[in-house]
């Protein structure tokens, strides 16, 4: 195989600092609707193959497609998050070409009339600093079948004896978000790619047009790369490495390229034109097909459809009801909670920014919410090895568990052996303090006898508290805790104590 | 009873609601019929005995437990084999389809089911609907009734046949560019091509989708009506089904049926008529403009100038469409499957031996045609060219239809040619849809009726045309000079046709 030859390579610093890096992104969102984009095939992620399509999936003669309302409703939501122009009328296309995977041989797309154009997205780099992406384009298609290649040793078409089709996936809503060229991020294009897809990620599940999850390829990035000389310079050729479908392959994908292309240039050679493979397992990209500006879709609108045409109405109604977009959420959750940004960063990338909202809503200060999230129940996760959203409690119970610390119930220690209980299964944190009798004892009269029983097997300490010397009044309060097996308030015996003796 | 084939489907739904016959014996009769006289006509590419005589039997047993019925319950009907049928063979005429048996039904073929009508089986076509003579289909010729060795127009050459030679009293046809009424004017016939949208296009394998419309094909103007008010309507698997309910056609047949036409603007177009029609056509269509003023009405002429490039428009729309919709027969879901002899069987090398031994020349012809039309740097030039002249034409609709209710020409050029006289000549072939294409172009509705025979002997065919959505004009104009021809003729104009030899 041609990607274990052996490819030159700048380092990656030493390319940014003498090269201009510009990139551009394709990112296809799977929209997690009920049904396909022009058919009534439910779609269920996981079936048997072959076993979630119609006539128009299959693309069986005579069979015709229907426009999906809500992937459009979807497709207008996600362009109206970023910042787009939602078109008054567009189209679909056929974009033909053979191909097992596309039944009819010809792929139903937008293609020169998309639903959201000329917009923008601020993503919030790792320190906090926004970065700009302006967004050419947002448009719908449908997704492929899929084909698995038996036989081979690579699982690729090459050296496989035959091929399987699922048409399962055929006909699924996509849409797909173009961006301009990203200039301006010069050393950290790799940190922007990322975070842009991540931004994106984020904003779908925000949106609830799709679960967003990248293992299922619920949401693909193309990434287009080229280097220039200097910002100035006009822009160098791109290659378009497809498929890039994690976070961090996103940002080692660009960083890949900026090595290769920049040892392409210094060697005197251009950049090939051309789309490239990403390799996880070596986190390489080799050459695929070369990419000519011969290749020949004969493009034409879908006369199976008629145009959409979104009403102002609902466009605007759409806009009205769209929620709070995860950055500006983050933003305004910070500023009310008083986090530093690392304390916030934190809580984000512990995916307990919900979870300690929720704990505040049941009545808990915002520090302590985070303590207990980033604490405690951090290190519970960690050991149960599960994450924190699976713990056994919900964000309710730590706040009624902080409510009980704040109202002088429990303290401190008792509120993490009620947490105990309640990760135990046992119940609700009320309900555990009752079974486990973890409650502070307020009542003076169970304290004095049992500081009155302290005392009395202590004289010494008594005369040298009464001459003065108040240092082992300590060793009293610790003993009279140990005796009421830590309910006691400690503030409060310390008073007794002193009464006591005075 | 007399000859149950002879009977109009009016008549014959009259007979089963009166219970003066069956709906087993009027299918029996039209089986019969077919294993009498298709080996001659050849009009069938399946004939579906038993599925048929199913219908008749259920409709007669439920017409007999007192069953509110659709009018046309009972009576049999052919449908042309590009419209999908579950359970039925349908292979468009195509080699490539051969075998194959649909897992669904077209939306009017639910409604004809649903309505109780026995289908008798698929008829002979052009392969893909393209064709003028039913010469392409892959399966042998159909021969005209009139004379078995002219070619009974084309594509729906099959339908058209089977209902002159009795063995169906209705039919289904498509029409892309003029697939129902011109061979309905060759073989003596009536049919129609609704407006755009009015008929769900869902089950009908498309050759150009902004041009396909399937519609009736029968012997009578009411029996058209009777059957596009029953496969009319919206269709929410269509998207270019039109949301509106199906025009008030029957009524409009009838009151054209009493003959007055008084207040009716007729116009006439210029451009379609005088060089390339046969003289008999010419002498026919002014006879027939004749008897429209006799009835009362006001024949006036209108220019639509640009309809002399619909034939050039067409020939770049239509291919265009066509090779993308052809796309789908590739062997690799359903179909023929044809392997390489030689060298490696990989999918595309499957695809290319497939579409190579599956297709006809025809359909190579168009597809390469719109392949070519739609490249990059040649779309504007043509298809981007051919949608304008598009507009234009759908312009000069609009302005004739300022000045006129409906319009008319000769529906073809000339009466049914013999076979083979054509079919090395492309150019001349096409030049038989020149009166019919415009009307696809834009969408609007129109209607062939015999109006007697040509100077051969041949029959010939009046074309009407009216503004989209309005149909119901077609029907009361086309029943109006239905039964003024009749009565010069003293009967319908089958009753001239030869008698087909029993076999």
Request: net charge negative; with cysteine; hydrophobic share 40%.
């Given at each position: 195989m041609s990607h274990s030859a052996h490819v030159d390579l700048v380092d990656y610093d030493e390319a940014v600092a003498r090269f201009d890096p510009v990139i551009g992104i394709e990112v296809h969102v799977e929209l997690g609707t009920r049904t396909k984009m022009f058919c009534a095939a439910e779609v269920e992620f996981g079936g048997a193959p072959n076993t979630q399509t119609t006539p128009v999936s299959l693309g069986l003669p005579g069979a015709l497609p229907v426009v999906n309302g809500k992937a459009v409703e979807s497709a207008i939501k996600i362009g109206l998050a970023l910042n787009c122009s939602i078109a008054e009328s567009c189209r679909f296309a056929r974009k033909n070409y053979f191909y097992p995977d596309v039944p009819k041989n010809f792929q139903t797309s937008q293609y020169d009339?998309?639903?959201?154009?000329?917009?923008?997205?601020?993503?919030?780099?790792?320190?906090?600093?926004?970065?700009?992406?302006?967004?050419?384009?947002?448009?719908?298609?449908?997704?492929?079948?899929?084909?698995?290649?038996?036989?081979?040793?690579?699982?690729?078409?090459?050296?496989?004896?035959?091929?399987?089709?699922?048409?399962?996936?055929?006909?699924?809503?996509?849409?797909?978000?173009?961006?301009?060229?990203?200039?301006?991020?010069?050393?950290?294009?790799?940190?922007?790619?990322?975070?842009?897809?991540?931004?994106?990620?984020?904003?779908?599940?925000?949106?609830?047009?799709?679960?967003?999850?990248?293992?299922?390829?619920?949401?693909?990035?193309?990434?287009?790369?080229?280097?220039?000389?200097?910002?100035?310079?006009?822009?160098?050729?791109?290659?378009?490495?497809?498929?890039?479908?994690?976070?961090?392959?996103?940002?080692?994908?660009?960083?890949?390229?900026?090595?290769?292309?920049?040892?392409?240039?210094?060697?005197?050679?251009?950049?090939?034109?051309?789309?490239?493979?990403?390799?996880?397992?070596?986190?390489?990209?080799?050459?695929?097909?070369?990419?000519?500006?011969?290749?020949?879709?004969?493009?034409?609108?879908?006369?199976?459809?008629?145009?959409?045409?979104?009403?102002?109405?609902?466009?605007?109604?759409?806009?009205?009801?769209?929620?709070?977009?995860?950055?500006?959420?983050?933003?305004?959750?910070?500023?009310?909670?008083?986090?530093?940004?690392?304390?916030?960063?934190?809580?984000?990338?512990?995916?307990?920014?919900?979870?300690?909202?929720?704990?505040?809503?049941?009545?808990?200060s915002p520090a302590a919410a985070r303590k207990w999230w980033m604490g405690e129940l951090a290190r519970a996760a960690k050991t149960t090895e599960v994450e924190l959203a699976d713990l056994p409690v919900t964000p309710e119970q730590i706040g009624q568990l902080q409510s009980l610390v704040d109202s002088g119930r429990i303290n401190d220690k008792m509120a993490r052996q009620v947490l105990e209980g309640v990760l135990a299964g046992e119940g609700s944190p009320e309900e555990v303090v009752v079974a486990r009798g973890l409650e502070i004892v307020s009542d003076d009269g169970p304290l004095l006898e049992a500081i009155d029983t302290v005392l009395a097997a202590q004289p010494d300490i008594v005369e040298k508290i009464r001459s003065g010397n108040l240092g082992p009044i300590g060793a009293v309060i610790g003993a009279v805790m140990k005796a009421t097996r830590g309910q006691a308030d400690a503030g409060r015996v310390r008073e007794l104590v002193v009464e006591r003796i005075g | 009873m007399s000859d149950l084939t002879r009977q109009s489907a009016a008549q014959l739904a009259a007979h089963l609601a009166a219970g003066e016959v069956s709906s087993v014996e009027v299918t029996q009769a039209h089986l019969d019929r077919i294993a009498a006289v298709d080996t001659d006509v050849h009009a069938f590419l399946h004939v579906s005995t038993e599925s048929a005589l199913a219908t008749a039997r259920d409709i007669d047993a439920r017409r007999a437990a007192g069953e509110d019925l659709h009018p046309l319950a009972g009576v049999p009907i052919a449908v042309k084999d590009v419209v999908v049928t579950k359970g039925l063979p349908t292979t468009a005429g195509s080699k490539i389809l051969e075998g194959w048996i649909p897992p669904y039904d077209a939306t009017l073929v639910e409604k004809i089911k649903a309505a109780g009508l026995p289908i008798l089986g698929k008829t002979n076509m052009d392969e893909f609907a393209m064709g003028s003579s039913t010469e392409h289909s892959a399966y042998g010729n159909t021969r005209n009734p009139w004379d078995l060795d002219r070619i009974p127009g084309g594509s729906g050459g099959g339908s058209a046949a089977a209902v002159a030679a009795f063995e169906a009293p209705l039919a289904i046809g498509t029409d892309t560019g003029g697939s129902i009424r011109q061979p309905g004017a060759v073989t003596g016939t009536v049919g129609v091509k609704p407006t755009y949208g009015g008929v769900s296009r869902y089950g009908l394998i498309a050759m150009a989708s902004s041009l396909d419309q399937a519609g009736?094909?029968?012997?009578?103007?009411?029996?058209?009506?009777?059957?596009?008010?029953?496969?009319?309507?919206?269709?929410?698997?269509?998207?270019?089904?039109?949301?509106?309910?199906?025009?008030?056609?029957?009524?409009?047949?009838?009151?054209?049926?009493?003959?007055?036409?008084?207040?009716?603007?007729?116009?006439?177009?210029?451009?379609?008529?005088?060089?390339?029609?046969?003289?008999?056509?010419?002498?026919?269509?002014?006879?027939?403009?004749?008897?429209?003023?006799?009835?009362?009405?006001?024949?006036?002429?209108?220019?639509?100038?640009?309809?002399?490039?619909?034939?050039?428009?067409?020939?770049?729309?239509?291919?265009?469409?066509?090779?993308?919709?052809?796309?789908?027969?590739?062997?690799?879901?359903?179909?023929?499957?044809?392997?390489?002899?030689?060298?490696?069987?990989?999918?595309?090398?499957?695809?290319?031996?497939?579409?190579?031994?599956?297709?006809?020349?025809?359909?190579?012809?168009?597809?390469?045609?719109?392949?070519?039309?739609?490249?990059?740097?040649?779309?504007?030039?043509?298809?981007?060219?051919?949608?304008?002249?598009?507009?234009?034409?759908?312009?000069?609709?609009?302005?004739?239809?300022?000045?006129?209710?409906?319009?008319?020409?000769?529906?073809?050029?000339?009466?049914?040619?013999?076979?083979?006289?054509?079919?090395?000549?492309?150019?001349?072939?096409?030049?038989?849809?020149?009166?019919?294409?415009?009307?696809?172009?834009?969408?609007?509705?129109?209607?062939?009726?015999?109006?007697?025979?040509?100077?051969?002997?041949?029959?010939?065919?009046?074309?009407?045309?009216?503004?989209?959505?309005?149909?119901?004009?077609?029907?009361?104009?086309?029943?109006?000079?239905?039964?003024?021809?009749?009565?010069?003729?003293?009967?319908?104009?089958?009753?001239?046709?030869?008698?087909?030899?029993?076999?």
């Open positions: 009339e998309p639903i959201a154009f000329d917009g923008y997205l601020d993503v919030e780099l790792d320190d906090g600093s926004i970065f700009r992406v302006e967004i050419e384009r947002a448009h719908m298609e449908e997704d492929a079948g899929k084909n698995t290649h038996v036989g081979g040793s690579t699982g690729r078409i090459h050296g496989a004896d035959h091929s399987l089709v699922d048409y399962n996936r055929a006909g699924i809503p996509l849409v797909e978000i173009v961006t301009r060229p990203i200039e301006g991020a010069g050393d950290r294009a790799p940190e922007v790619a990322r975070a842009y897809v991540q931004t994106l990620r984020d904003m779908f599940r925000a949106l609830d047009v799709s679960e967003a999850r990248m293992e299922r390829g619920n949401v693909r990035a193309d990434v287009n790369l080229s280097l220039r000389a200097t910002p100035e310079s006009p822009l160098g050729t791109r290659t378009e490495t497809k498929n890039v479908n994690s976070f961090r392959s996103i940002e080692r994908a660009v960083r890949y390229e900026v090595s290769r292309q920049a040892a392409v240039l210094d060697a005197g050679k251009t950049v090939t034109q051309e789309t490239r493979h990403w390799h996880e397992d070596t986190s390489t990209t080799t050459a695929g097909r070369v990419k000519s500006d011969a290749e020949d879709y004969r493009y034409f609108p879908e006369p199976d459809l008629v145009p959409v045409e979104p009403s102002r109405a609902w466009v605007e109604e759409i806009r009205a009801t769209l929620p709070e977009m995860p950055a500006d959420r983050r933003r305004r959750l910070q500023g009310d909670w008083g986090f530093s940004d690392p304390e916030m960063r934190d809580v984000v990338n512990a995916g307990a920014l919900e979870l300690i909202e929720t704990t505040i809503a049941a009545g808990s | 009736p094909v029968t012997r009578t103007v009411l029996d058209s009506a009777l059957l596009h008010e029953l496969i009319g309507g919206h269709d929410p698997r269509d998207s270019t089904s039109l949301n509106e309910p199906v025009p008030t056609l029957v009524d409009a047949a009838r009151q054209g049926a009493l003959g007055d036409l008084t207040g009716v603007r007729v116009g006439v177009v210029k451009e379609l008529s005088g060089e390339g029609y046969q003289a008999g056509v010419s002498a026919r269509f002014e006879e027939s403009l004749e008897l429209l003023k006799s009835a009362g009405a006001e024949v006036v002429e209108v220019s639509c100038p640009h309809f002399v490039n619909a034939l050039a428009a067409y020939y770049l729309i239509m291919p265009a469409e066509a090779s993308s919709n052809l796309a789908k027969f590739d062997g690799m879901r359903f179909g023929l499957r044809v392997e390489p002899t030689e060298g490696p069987v990989t999918a595309e090398r499957v695809m290319s031996a497939t579409r190579g031994a599956g297709f006809g020349d025809e359909v190579k012809r168009r597809v390469i045609l719109g392949t070519y039309a739609l490249s990059a740097g040649y779309y504007d030039a043509y298809y981007g060219s051919a949608q304008k002249v598009r507009t234009l034409i759908q312009r000069d609709f609009a302005a004739a239809f300022e000045k006129a209710d409906v319009l008319v020409s000769p529906t073809a050029p000339t009466t049914a040619f013999k076979f083979g006289e054509k079919l090395d000549d492309p150019l001349a072939m096409y030049l038989n849809d020149v009166a019919t294409i415009p009307a696809n172009l834009a969408g609007v509705p129109g209607l062939s009726l015999p109006n007697g025979l040509s100077d051969d002997g041949l029959p010939v065919g009046f074309q009407i045309l009216a503004p989209a959505r309005a149909d119901e004009r077609l029907y009361r104009v086309g029943a109006a000079l239905e039964s003024a021809l009749e009565n010069v003729w003293g009967g319908p104009i089958l009753d001239q046709a030869p008698e087909l030899e029993i076999r």
